[in-house]
């Protein structure tokens, strides 16, 4: 793995003194939501970063593996681990190929705001569910598909004052350069359609049996979804 790197690596401290640097970890009720009881599930949290999703996990009961690309982010998940200890095994791994990972042997696995930033969409999938045991679950959060556009931005109506969100570019598929993406993230995204992601899923044995598009704060976000979050059940065995 001497030759994997990630996007994240060089911006790996400022991403960490910025999310979750106490390594408390994620705070999100819709996650929580969407992965219900995990206690004594042996979990996979791919495209971990610094493990905030994965401390999340076993804070909930779970048997956790982290995995990521980042030797710079797993860094500062194993320091948070030795100074708080949940039994958490990080690893060094490429999402996109989870070929040291021995077949079957996770019982759900989880990718929380990553899977836009994975350059090939299908290996990932493909890996995902190879790892899983036979009626397993997936979990994932991402920017929502229909809504965080290559051409994306706001409008205020000067008659009513509210904020109406604008799309466009949404059929062309790919890495996009994303001028206002928070500045802890790496610059190129890799926009998909809606559609893609469901049939991507369904190809790889993980039909979508659950989607979350929660309400959020800004006033844009309270009227039309940025986040998407769904859950995929195997079909494997």
Known sequence: ??????????????????????????????FDELVGDVRGQRVAAVACGQGRDARRLADLGAEVVGIDASESLLAHARRLEQQTPRGIEYVHGDAQDLGRIPA???????CHMALMDIPDLEPA?????????????????IV???Y????????IDH??????RVTGRYFEE?????VTRWKILPRVAYHRMLSTYVNTLATAGLPVVRMIEPVGDRPVWQSVPGL?????QSQGG
């Open 159 to 164: 008659v009513d004052g509210s904020t109406r």
């Open 104 to 110: 079957a042997s996770f019982d759900a696995v989880v």
């Open 144 to 146: 929502h598909p229909c």
């Open 125 to 141: 999938v493909r890996s995902i569910a190879r790892i899983m045991k036979p009626g397993g679950w997936f979990a994932a959060s």
């Open 228 to 232: 998407l979050y769904f859950r995929c």
């Open 148 to 155: 965080k556009t290559p051409a994306a931005g706001e409008l």
């Open 174 to 178: 790919g890495p996009f350069n994303s």
């Open 1 to 30: 793995m001497t030759n994997l790197t990630s996007a994240y690596e060089e911006l790996a401290d400022v991403y960490h003194a910025t999310v979750d640097p106490d390594g408390a970890g994620l705070d999100d009720p819709t």
